[in-house]
C-alpha cells in the first residue's frame, strides 16, 4: 500500500482539528471585535443656572432702582433688601419658601403711610426683569 494513501486519513483529521480551532478563534473574537467598534455620542455639559432665588433677588434690586429708589441696605441671609426715595422708604423680603418657590413681598411707606403707587410700580418693574 503506498505511504500517500495511509496518510490521506491523518491529514483530514488535521485539517478538520485546524478548522476547529479556527472556528473557536472567531467565535472567541467575535464579541471583542464588535464592541471595538462602538461609537459613543457626546454628553452635552450641564451648565448651572442661577437659582431662582439669586434671579428673584437680581430683579429685585433693579426693580426698586429702575422707579428711582436707592439701595440703602441688602442683608441676602434674612432676605430684606432697604431702600428709600426723597420721601418714601421701600422695604423688599425675598424668601424662598417649602416648595421651593421664592416668594417676593414689596412695601413702600411714605410721611402719610403706605403707597400703593411706589409698591405696584416695583411690582411692575419686578416682572418686567423677571420676564412676565
Same mark, same amino acid.
Given at each position: 500500500?503506498?505511504?500517500?494513501?495511509?496518510?490521506?486519513?491523518?491529514?483530514?483529521?488535521?485539517?478538520?482539528?485546524?478548522?476547529?480551532?479556527?472556528? *473557536?478563534?472567531?467565535?472567541?473574537?467575535?464579541?471583542?471585535?464588535?464592541?471595538?467598534?462602538?461609537?459613543?455620542?457626546?454628553?452635552?455639559?450641564?451648565?448651572?443656572?442661577?437659582?431662582?432665588?439669586?434671579?428673584?433677588?437680581? *430683579? *429685585?434690586?433693579?426693580?426698586?432702582?429702575?422707579?428711582? *429708589?436707592?439701595?440703602?441696605?441688602?442683608?441676602?441671609?434674612?432676605?430684606?433688601?432697604?431702600?428709600?426715595?426723597?420721601?418714601?422708604?421701600?422695604?423688599?423680603?425675598?424668601?424662598?419658601?417649602?416648595?421651593?418657590?421664592?416668594?417676593?413681598?414689596?412695601?413702600?411707606?411714605?410721611?402719610?403711610?403706605?403707597?400703593?403707587?411706589?409698591?405696584?410700580?416695583?411690582?411692575?418693574?419686578?416682572?418686567?426683569?423677571?420676564?412676565?
Amino acid at each position: 500500500m503506498p505511504i500517500a494513501s495511509r496518510m490521506t486519513p491523518v491529514k483530514g483529521k488535521v485539517f478538520v482539528v485546524i478548522m476547529m480551532t479556527l472556528l *473557536a478563534l472567531v467565535v472567541a473574537a467575535a464579541p471583542i471585535i464588535v464592541t471595538g467598534c462602538a461609537v459613543y455620542q457626546p454628553i452635552p455639559a450641564y451648565a448651572p443656572t442661577a437659582s431662582s432665588f439669586d434671579r428673584s433677588w437680581n *430683579a *429685585a434690586v433693579g426693580a426698586a432702582q429702575d422707579v428711582g *429708589a436707592r439701595i440703602v441696605s441688602e442683608d441676602r441671609a434674612r432676605g430684606i433688601i432697604s431702600g428709600a426715595t426723597d420721601t418714601r422708604d421701600v422695604t423688599i423680603t425675598v424668601a424662598t419658601q417649602p416648595d421651593g418657590k421664592v416668594r417676593v413681598e414689596i412695601s413702600a411707606r411714605g410721611p402719610q403711610g403706605g403707597d400703593a403707587n411706589l409698591a405696584n410700580d416695583i411690582s411692575r418693574a419686578y416682572d418686567r426683569r423677571m420676564g412676565r
